[in-house]
């Protein structure tokens, strides 16, 4: 089945630098990569999803970058802010039925003011 | 669209005790997933089911643990007899698609 590896599994940074979470899958059928966020004591929410037929995929302050050749993909958080704390989870699922994704580990992303 | 639903949001139990989490997913969403978050093995898959259907249980633990689907807007997840080291938190999520939402969780304390 599919494995997906996720580093570092915790991430510390100032206010307004980058972070960047990065992922690896093994099953080259994969074809859908979410990201999900979890703050503190709440449920795992998506914040952005990459298809394989495209490389890169930017909503504000967030992107994803995916290399299926590698087989991994990346979450790209710029100018980070004290409220983007949170544990982050990849994902990467294969088409057919209903995209069951299989999870990284999650990294605990703290930003500090 | 309330979300999914799980109940209760906290359930302190003793060890030995049967113990039974409830979802309600939904409306429309055709798979269900039972999910058990720790730190030491994060999300944790245990069970899914296709309309109503279980389809994998592989990641159920162990006997203790059981689920059941009696309809599409209700899900249990049960374990009898409740360990300590089942202690953890336990989501529900529902999916049509690529539309995957989480329950708020169930954070169980078996003391």
């Known amino acids: 089945g599919e494995n997906v590896e996720q580093h570092p599994s915790t991430l510390s940074v100032q206010e307004g630098d980058s972070a960047v979470i990065k992922c690896t899958y093994s099953?080259?059928?994969?074809?859908?990569f979410p990201w999900y966020k979890q703050e503190l004591g709440k449920r795992p929410q998506l914040i952005i999803d990459?298809?394989?037929?495209?490389g890169e995929k930017k909503d504000q302050r967030i992107a994803v970058t995916l290399n299926k050749t590698a087989k991994h993909f990346s979450l790209h958080i710029t100018e980070t802010q004290p409220e983007d704390s949170a544990v982050y989870f990849c994902?990467?699922?294969?088409?057919?039925?209903?995209?069951?994704?299989?999870f990284g580990r999650g990294t605990s992303l703290i930003v500090h003011p | 669209d309330a979300g999914v639903i799980q109940s209760p949001r906290h359930e302190v139990t003793e060890m030995g005790q049967e113990v039974t989490l409830r979802c309600k997913p939904i409306s429309g969403h055709d798979y269900l997933f039972w999910y058990r978050q720790t730190m030491m093995r994060g999300l944790e898959l245990l069970i899914y089911f296709n309309n109503n259907v279980p389809i994998d249980d592989s990641g159920m633990p162990e006997d203790r643990f059981s689920a059941k689907m009696p309809n599409a807007s209700f899900s249990t997840l049960k374990i009898q007899p409740s360990e300590p080291r089942d202690s953890a938190v336990y989501f529900c999520?529902?999916?049509?698609?690529?539309?995957?939402?989480f329950g708020s969780g169930t954070r169980l304390t078996v003391v």
């Open positions: 994902a990467a699922s294969k088409p057919g039925g209903s995209y069951i994704p299989t």
């Open positions: 999520a529902s999916s049509l698609g690529q539309r995957y939402t």
């Open positions: 099953d080259s059928a994969s074809n859908y």
């Open positions: 990459i298809r394989s037929n495209v």
